[in-house]
């Protein structure tokens, strides 16, 4: 299964992300009131980086307060890790695993499509397992 089926239905106009130049400060303020945990920072159209609560939490230790009115471009995680719309479901959890990440921006044609968490490919995994299991018993049934 690939991720073009878990993205099929989304739209990247509906994906919630900031410009690289947005103050740290403005960022903060978006990922609280959406309740979400990372955000594609954007330049020119690309993604340029990813900017998640780590990052939060890792420079406000780092350098306190200060850093809330940096630009995003300054305290992102950069390069962005991605995939295409034909990685494999089971291939995007392990990159996200091996990584230690929990955000994928998905490109297709160079530019971003979706903006995928490890819970919409757990969630997405489980339905799959859920749905053979219950094949399995009606054919069991049925023999």
């Known amino acids: 299964m690939s991720i073009a089926l878990i993205t099929q239905d989304r739209s990247a106009a509906n994906v919630i992300s900031c410009d690289a130049s947005t103050p740290m400060r403005e960022a903060v303020k978006l990922l609280a009131e959406k309740r979400i945990g990372a955000l594609p920072v954007m330049r020119g159209g690309s993604v340029v980086g ?9 420079r406000l230790a780092q350098e306190g307060e200060i ?7 300054e305290v992102m995680t950069a390069p962005p890790i991605t995939v295409d719309t034909s990685t ?11 990584r230690r990440i929990r955000h994928l921006p998905v490109i297709e044609g160079g530019a971003m499509v979706a ?3 490890i819970g919409d490919l757990v969630k997405h995994r489980i ?17």
């Open 88 to 98: 494999l479901v089971d291939d995007a959890l392990a990159l996200m695993t091996r």
């Open 67 to 73: 850093c809330l009115d940096r630009p995003l471009s």
């Open 127 to 143: 339905d799959q397992v859920e749905h053979e299991a219950e094949a399995m018993r009606i054919y069991i049934q049925t023999a």
């Open 50 to 58: 990813i900017f998640s609560e780590r990052d939060v939490i890792y």
């Open 115 to 117: 903006f995928i968490s």
